[in-house]
């Protein structure tokens, strides 16, 4: 492992870095803006530009590999003038649209220029060269030339990490342009990731542009639950809102980049149909109430079952959109607290869905199958369910995050479960399977709770509550914890976290995880 010495301070690093991974180590930025991690490395922007002594000239720093013993200036003079020259370069053609540019607030070029210049510009607005503006260039993105600076991540995403090679670079001089090629604009599902890399504001997000300036926004790592890949995302989001996800880098899971399907799967989950206040069928329609007499009455109608017909009578379906910690909550609850062993999982993805591609996209929509079968939940024992329904040994059936009647159709599940004498639903929205409820129950949102994910190869990563849920909505583990109290007069433990440590206790496919230590990468389970 080299050492150098970067603006005085001398640091150790891995071996093949380039300088501005071993100043990032030093914690020393060094401006750049063509330079990805995520992308091959063109040094076209110059911005890196420092000073690396016993070499004749400034070096760009995204190409040059750290070696032992090397010295490095990027505060010199040399390197405060190449910047100061570069940045009035990107300058003499830049609009003035930072009052209305989506950008503002996390532009690169607002900010270096902050950092690195604050000169008057020697270039009068009449003699700007004019381009286009508010280019609809397909999919999801909106591109404004004006504001380019030909840094060229965008061309490089679409050659390097798609392969599609939707847009380039046309012109000469200081008349080039971004565009897509004539007659071809961008139809591609992993589109924004273009919005997220480019450093200016020349590539922005329609549904995004003009919703809320990025400085109001919050920000909270989690995990997208659009399919069983996890990729790791931060929220972000402004009173009790989610404005939009961006990929979080997981070297395991997603690397930098995220699809544009899981990316806008959060506008599902602020629809007008979510639950807001515990229901309960009142003859024809469904009427409101509160949590202690929900409770009490899904725990009576569960004691007077259990002492009728057994406790096998009453059985869970658990969705595998549930978290590990809610999957592991109910089947305890059932498991000990009622005493039935009738639990099926439930993995279904809509069929008009996407199927695999060889990048990140899964075709199976459900974010933690993994986990439940981990648990020991499994999708199969469906089947018997539905006949112990039909042998009129099931009586009741709990559901957790799983809507049957869209699954099945419904007269497939009225033919399976319609004998059923009594259903509890917990979920965050009003669907087909709430309306043929006794009672409904609301619970929290996947932006709204702690909690965690397995992916299908089995890692384990965190989500973390960016908000709280509307109205009476609690948790999931919250909600089964107090059916629980309910049932046996025994505390139990409320959040995430406690109930992971008794997961990873009990469960053989959990041993040695912890939720604190997840991390922000996630861990595997068990092999």
């Not at 000239?57 to 995204?62: E, G, P, T, W």
């Amino acid at each position: 492992m080299p050492k150098l010495t970067i603006d005085g301070k001398e640091i150790e690093v891995a071996d093949g870095l380039n300088l501005i991974q071993a100043a990032d180590q030093a914690g020393i930025e060094i401006p750049h803006y063509c330079y990805h991690p995520g992308l091959s490395i063109v040094g076209n922007c110059r911005m890196c530009l420092v000073e690396v002594e016993k070499a004749p000239k400034l070096q760009i720093a995204c190409n040059t590999r750290v070696a032992e013993g090397m010295v490095v200036h990027t505060r010199s003079a040399r390197t405060r003038t190449a910047q100061k020259a570069v940045l009035e370069f990107l300058l003499i053609n830049h609009p003035i649209d930072c009052p209305v540019c989506d950008q503002a607030g996390e532009c690169k070029l607002q900010d270096y220029y902050m950092d690195y210049d604050q000169q008057p510009s020697r270039f009068s607005l009449g003699k700007k060269n004019k381009k286009g503006k508010a280019i609809d260039i397909g999919s999801d993105v909106m591109l404004d030339q004006e504001r380019c600076i030909l840094c060229a991540r965008c061309t490089r995403f679409f050659d390097e990490i798609t392969h599609t090679s939707e847009l380039a670079i046309f012109g000469r001089g200081d008349h080039n342009v971004i565009d897509h090629w004539p007659g071809k604009p961008i139809n591609n599902k992993y589109a924004v990731n273009v919005v997220d890399i480019c450093p200016v504001g020349a590539l922005t997000e329609k549904d995004f542009r003009f919703r809320m300036r990025v400085w109001y926004l919050h920000r909270t790592p989690s995990v997208c639950a659009g399919c069983e890949r996890g990729c790791s995302i931060d929220i972000h989001h402004h009173r009790g809102r989610v404005y939009r996800y961006k990929p979080r880098h997981n070297p395991d899971v997603n690397g930098y980049w995220m699809c544009d399907e899981g990316r806008h799967s959060f506008v599902a989950l602020q629809s007008e149909s979510r639950l807001t206040t515990p229901l309960f069928q009142s003859g024809d329609r469904m009427a409101a109430e509160g949590w202690q007499p929900a409770l009490e009455r899904a725990a009576a109608r569960i004691m007077e079952i259990g002492r009728t017909s057994g406790a096998n009578a009453i059985g869970a379906v658990i969705g595998a959109q549930a978290t590990n910690e809610e999957a592991y909550a109910l089947k305890r609850l059932v498991k000990t607290t009622i005493g039935s062993d009738r639990i099926a999982g439930l993995c279904w993805s809509p069929p008009d869905a996407s199927g695999d591609d060889n990048l990140l996209i899964r075709a199976n929509k459900n974010p933690n199958l993994r986990g439940l079968e981990a648990l020991g939940i499994s999708p199969q024992n469906l089947d018997q369910l539905s006949a112990s329904v039909a042998a009129g040994q099931l009586k009741m059936l709990i559901v957790l995050r799983a809507d049957l009647v869209r699954a099945l159709g419904e007269q497939e599940f009225l033919k399976r479960f319609g004998a059923l004498d009594y259903m509890l639903v917990l979920d965050t929205d009003a669907n087909e399977t709430g309306q043929m409820a006794n009672q409904l129950w609301p619970i929290a949102a996947f932006p709204e709770i702690d909690g965690s994910f397995t992916n299908f190869k089995g890692r384990v990563q965190r989500l973390q509550s960016a908000f709280a849920p509307p109205g009476q909505a609690l948790s999931a583990v919250e909600v089964i914890a107090r059916l629980g109290r309910q049932l046996d007069g025994n505390e139990r433990v409320g959040s995430a976290e406690a109930v992971f440590a008794e997961m990873a206790a009990e469960e053989p496919a959990f041993k040695g995880l912890s939720f604190g230590g997840l991390g922000p990468h996630g861990r595997d389970l068990v092999a």
